[in-house]
């Protein structure tokens, strides 16, 4: 494959402020990006941008935008999102392009960019090394005539559509009631968003790092550091502890003693129910070189295979999508249900 540029396994990824993470960088790729994606037709192009809670999420920000702007693309700002909101709104709202700005579980001297197509998957190889090139393209190249520059609006209930299509995928006849959660938001994206969906659902809810202030996202919290939630499961008396990471697409869990969960074992706990209820796709589940033979063994034990890929939860999806299986992820915490998301949520 032809060596890249910019992009890695999960989009563009680095030190803030620093080559590739700059506002330059983003600019151009908001304009490689809107070139790649404009098609021949009348209506007008969009493109949203979620972010989570970085401080230099607000140098980024205002960079893609005017990249995208520049080439008559018009902008949605959602602000603070987890990033299978964007994935999930990308589609609902027919965007030619999702973007995603976060460093998932890093910490705050990190920053990103992720693209989602209008299908609301994150891009394929071939389109992030055609963006790639386009990059290197003068600046003044294919801009857009005055009249035909982009606008960009800021929108205020992308939170609240995004707990709504959470709650749409949970069972109509179940509740959480009577259940004591604790949830570590990581200081991340889902600060709002995840304690709003629980308690809606009936929990009775205790948030950790809820309280971001542009340099705590992942710090000491959330699904890399799962000491903070399993120390509130213990201090509050909860039945079950869930930690996200910065973006939250990952998740790790623990019971009610603390005791850690990782995706491996929610890929074998998911794998056992669905195929005890007919729900399963396939007689497979997709997962990485890096899940253990523990979960291998487990899925050999109810009569399902294990699908390995490269590391990666885009190369998971890709593979459920060829395959046609709905249930996969990574021991890290990506979970992927296709049933009801294109990315890990």
């Not at 959660?181 to 200081?187: G, L, S």
């Not at 550091?225 to 790790?252: C, F, P």
């Not at 050999?300 to 190369?315: F, I, P, W």
Request: hydrophobic share 40%.
């Amino acid at each position: 494959m032809t060596a890249r540029k910019f992009f890695g396994t999960d989009g563009i990824r680095g030190t803030a402020n620093a080559w590739p993470v700059t506002p330059e960088m983003a600019m151009r790729l908001g304009m490689a990006a809107a070139t790649h994606f404009r098609k021949a037709d009348p209506r007008r192009h969009l493109v949203v941008i979620g972010k989570d809670t970085r401080l230099s999420g607000y140098m980024l920000e205002p960079a893609l935008t005017a990249g995208f702007t520049a080439k008559g693309m018009d902008v949605v700002l959602f602000g603070p999102l987890p990033t299978p909101g964007v994935a999930m709104l990308t589609r609902s709202l027919r965007a030619d392009l999702g973007v995603m700005i976060s460093a998932s579980h890093n910490s705050y001297q990190d920053n990103g960019i992720k693209l989602f197509g209008p299908d609301g998957y994150k891009l394929s190889d071939d389109a992030e090394l055609a963006i790639e090139e386009l990059m290197t393209h003068p600046l003044d190249e294919g801009l857009a005539a005055p009249p035909d520059l982009g606008r960009a609006q800021r929108v205020d209930d992308a939170q609240s559509r995004y707990v709504e299509i959470v709650k749409s995928t949970f069972p109509r006849k179940l509740r959480l009631s009577g259940l004591r959660i604790v949830i570590d938001c990581a200081n991340g994206a889902a600060y709002k968003v995840a304690p709003k969906a629980l308690y809606e659902l009936g929990a009775e809810v205790f948030a950790i790092g809820d309280e971001p202030n542009g340099f705590n996202i992942n710090r000491e919290v959330g699904s890399t550091d799962t000491r903070a939630m399993a120390d509130a499961v213990h201090r509050y008396r909860a039945d079950i502890g869930i930690a996200l990471d910065g973006d939250a697409d990952r998740v790790v869990m623990c019971d009610e003693h603390g005791r850690t969960i990782d995706g491996d074992q929610l890929l074998g706990l998911i794998a056992q129910s669905w195929k005890q209820q007919g729900r399963l796709s396939k007689k497979a589940v997709v997962a990485t070189v890096m899940s253990n033979l523990g979960l291998e063994n487990h899925l050999k034990g109810l009569g399902v295979a294990l699908e390995r890929t490269q590391v990666g939860d885009r190369y998971v999806v890709s593979r459920m999508l060829e395959k046609g299986i709905n249930v996969g992820g990574e021991q890290s915490g990506h979970i992927v249900l296709s049933d009801f998301s294109t990315t890990g949520d």
